[in-house]
């Protein structure tokens, strides 16, 4: 955000503090796709995972998952940055198929609706893979996301193509449509680090406009 200036009545030019929003801090819960999808992306992945935490303004929750074959909370909302970094840097392949959409509603019923006056985000890095969620249909998925829009969550995601559209980019293109959020793809994962410092600071500004 630009500082502001200001001409006083006898010329001197001070410097005002950037407006800061006033609202209760993020809770973003970042999924990260660790299915056979990803695998060769990985050491990018936890390139750009450890970019953007330090991108995001460190008053900010995050909670660190893993999508692959099933979910897995590897570290509870939290702001203790090193810890995120520390486990993100440790992250493997699962192989075989994600499950995105159990791991949104999952993460959604867990953390998401009990973030208190937080405003939850969703930041979510899948390959585009095959899918294999389990606890969650199709038409229950869109009963969903109708209703995490409601809400005002926001979500964020960056798909890994390595070849045609897949389901896990469906759903993650679909669901940022539905939250007004902002997406990218990428053929692999060379651009992440930098795309995640963006995709950091975009969100930062979006936290300040609220």
Known sequence: MKA????????????????IS??????????IDTSAATTSALPQIRAGVSAFL?????????????????????VPPTTDRAKLKASASGLLSDSGPTALMDALTEIDERFMRKAGQRWPVFVIITGDGSENSKDVDEPAFNRWMTEVAR??????????????????????????KATHG????????AGIAESMTQLAGQLAADFNKR
């Open 4 to 19: 502001t200036f200001r001409m006083t009545a006898v010329g001197v030019i001070l410097m005002l503090a950037p407006a």
């Open 22 to 31: 006033a609202a209760p801090p993020m809770r973003v819960a970042l999924l």
């Open 54 to 74: 330090d991108a995001l303004p460190p008053e900010h929750e995050v909670l660190l998952v893993t999508t692959g074959r099933h979910t897995q909370v590897r």
């Open 151 to 176: 809400r005002g969550v926001s979500v964020i995601a960056i798909v890994l193509k390595a070849s045609g559209t897949g389901l896990p980019e469906f759903i993650a293109s679909t669901l940022v």
């Open 182 to 189: 902002h997406f990218a793809t990428m053929g692999n994962g």
